[in-house]
């Protein structure tokens, strides 16, 4: 589940990424210049971690546009997968 300022929720792998596919046929210049997170309060107990977290970035929606400058925080929650991974099940984002 991903939740977005200012739009619906993403509920479920198909959503997310039929909602990333249609901002890449959108913009399909679009360029991550640089991207850092800073996590912050990590717990995690019974296959299940939560985090807050920062991210800043910098990217340009075409080759000719000027870049662009963002910042948000967020909540994320992910799942031990049975392999030993994380997977997030939800992001919310704050803009």
């Not at 296959?47 to 909540?75: D, I, N, R, Y």
Request: with cysteine; charged share 20%.
């Amino acid at each position: 589940m991903r939740f977005m300022p200012g739009s619906p929720p993403d509920v479920g792998k198909q959503a997310i990424l039929a909602d990333n596919e249609k901002f890449a046929a959108e913009y399909p210049g679009f360029k991550v210049l640089r991207y850092a997170a800073k996590y912050k309060n990590i717990q995690i107990e019974d296959g299940l971690a939560c985090e807050w977290g920062e991210h800043q970035a910098q990217f340009k929606m075409s080759p000719e546009a000027p870049p662009v400058s963002w910042h948000a925080t967020g909540f994320h929650a992910l799942k031990r997968q049975s392999d030993g991974s994380w997977k997030f099940a939800v992001l919310i984002l704050n803009q």
